[in-house]
């Protein structure tokens, strides 16, 4: 946020009513996400960060969603709502953010909902260049100007006009300057002006566009020409696409400048607002989500996709990991191919192997699960090694129970552990066990039947079988139309 004091008091309006009809879904437009926000955040997150406050967002389609998800997604910024029931166009849509700014005396800025790429930059240069204009817009100069309202100057000088592409005169659409859909103006300007703003042209709208004409009778307005990227609206799912890519460029570029090794910047994709430390390598295909923190020194796994996940310093994640709300310590090693679920806590230099699964899970310092195993509303303690095919059967159908294992405790391949059940420290559990009852501190705990041994056993049923194959007749009788079919017995015994 900006801590430059500023000289006038400044508020933004965003306009977010309409459906976006082009987008053929059910969702409004701007709840649609890019990296991990929806549309109408960034226009919003870039106008508090120019200082605007408060910032009113006009909502229209889907208003409860648009509104939830905005404040779920910026706790505590100043945000207002104003509902434009019907869309009557721009100029309609910010006469009803007037209500919303009662009192306010200042510059606002007019944003579109839809323009995820805008810079702060960009807004603090239209806002400084209004100087004591009544109205400062964006402009760019596109190759195909086609849906653009065209920026026609007045002889000598400033803007005198935009005409909508459908008021255009053919002369008037061979004009390659557009209106980029943002404006900075005087307030009470503003206000004075709008109600003089009618729907007399071709869409019957109420144009906020028609301002520039009526600034240019008296205070004037300015044309600020912008990059043509940032101000690229998002109106159909191809452009939804192509401005993910472009913020998910930008992020990598921030990341990559903060000393963040990134294999593929092509081939990765993180939500805004991620972090990553120095030195930290991100190999190709990695996916980082939601509110991730990556440390310093750490190695993330092609193809891993990480959500909500706390990585400390100096910890691996190897290829194709799936976490989500987990936190891996200090120097752990995870993957590949593992699984961390909400409230999974691997500890400092803890491994956990391929086709683990941890779930509400703490695994203390050290400790290593490294190969087919379910940990779910477990702890396990320091040093305390987890055999291969280890499973805690934590829920019985109704209700999750716990299972607490102590430190340096060894739990023997395929052991299931029927929660809750407690396994004390440097207590061994056998190979092939299944627990219904806790195990004392440094015991050992067998929970399997004996094995039986038959001596000649599997001799004498190859000789059986040879037996058969000279003389079928009489090993099979009435079966020789169907062809050989062991009997039930031996096939159970083989399998
Ligand atoms: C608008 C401009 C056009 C400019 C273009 C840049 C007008 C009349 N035209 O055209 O000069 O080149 O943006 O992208 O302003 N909205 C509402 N309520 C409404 C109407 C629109 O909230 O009643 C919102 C839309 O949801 C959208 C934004 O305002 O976020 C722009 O509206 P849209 O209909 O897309 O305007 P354009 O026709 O693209
Ligand atoms: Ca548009």
Redesign the pocket.
């Known amino acids: 946020m900006s801590t430059s004091p500023r000289r006038t008091p400044l508020a933004a309006i ?7 009809t082009r987008m053929k879904t059910r969702r409004a ?2 709840l649609h996400e890019v990296c991990g926000r929806p549309l109408a955040y960034y226009p919003v997150k870039r106008a508090l960060e120019a200082g605007a406050d408060p910032v009113v967002v ?4 889907q208003s409860e969603e648009v509104e939830a998800s905005l404040r779920r997604h910026l706790p505590g910024a100043p945000l207002r709502f104003a509902v ?1 029931k ?8 910010v006469l ?1 953010a007037r209500a919303r700014l009662r009192g306010f005396g200042g510059e606002v800025l007019i944003l ?4 995820p790429l805008l810079t702060t930059e960009t807004l603090r240069t239209v806002i400084q260049r209004r100087g004591r204009a009544a109205l400062a817009f964006a402009t760019m100069t596109l190759d195909n100007p086609a ?4 920026v026609v100057h007045a002889p000598h000088g400033g803007p005198a006009l ?1 005409v ?2 459908k008021d255009a005169t053919p002369e008037e659409r061979q004009i390659h300057e ?4 943002l404006y900075c103006a005087d307030a009470a300007f503003l206000w004075k002006t709008l109600s003089r703003v009618g729907s007399k042209n071709a ?1 019957r ?6 301002l520039v004409a009526l600034a240019a009778e008296g205070p004037g307005a300015a044309a600020v020409r912008v990059s043509l990227v940032e ?1 690229a ?1 998002v ?1 159909d799912q191809e452009e939804l696409s192509l401005a993910a890519r472009a913020l998910t460029r930008r992020i990598g570029q921030e990341l990559m400048k903060s000393g963040v090794m990134i294999e593929d910047p092509e081939r990765f994709d993180c939500d805004e607002g991620v972090l990553v430390g120095p030195d930290t390598i991100l190999e190709p295909g990695v996916r980082l989500r939601g509110a991730t923190r990556i440390g310093a020194g750490c190695r993330v796994g092609q193809g891993s996709i990480l959500t909500d996940t706390a990585v400390a310093d100096g910890a691996v994640v190897r290829p194709y990991c799936v976490f989500e709300e987990a936190v891996v310590g200090p120097a752990a090693v995870v993957g590949p191919f593992s699984r961390l679920r909400p409230g999974a806590d691997v500890g400092e230099g803890a491994h956990v192997g391929n086709f683990v699964e941890l779930k509400k899970t703490k695994l203390g310092k050290g400790a290593k699960a490294n190969h087919l195993t379910y940990l779910g509303d477990a702890t396990v303690g320091a040093g305390t090694n987890i055999g291969c095919g280890t499973i805690t059967c934590n829920y019985d159908g109704e209700q999750k129970h716990p299972t607490v294992i102590g430190e340096k405790a060894f739990i023997g391949s395929d052991a299931i552990l029927v929660a809750p059940i407690t396994v004390g420290d440097g207590a061994y559990v056998a190979a092939g066990s299944t627990l219904t009852e806790s195990v004392p501190a440094g015991a050992l705990a067998l929970g399997r039947s004996r094995q039986v041994t038959k001596e000649g056993w599997a001799t004498a049923r190859r000789a059986q079988k040879s037996a058969a194959v000279a003389s079928p007749a009489a090993a099979a009788p009435g079966r020789s139309r169907a062809g050989p079919r062991r009997p039930a017995r031996s096939r159970r015994a083989a399998g």
Do not use: C, M, P, W
């Open positions: 965003v306009l977010a009513a309409g459906k976006g437009k701007v006009v909502v229209g389609h434009q019907e869309q009557l166009g721009t100029a309609h849509a009803s579109s909902g839809d323009t849906g653009y309202g065209r935009i909508e592409e557009v209106n980029a859909g869409q709208e109420f144009y906020l566009t028609d101000a609206g109106n």
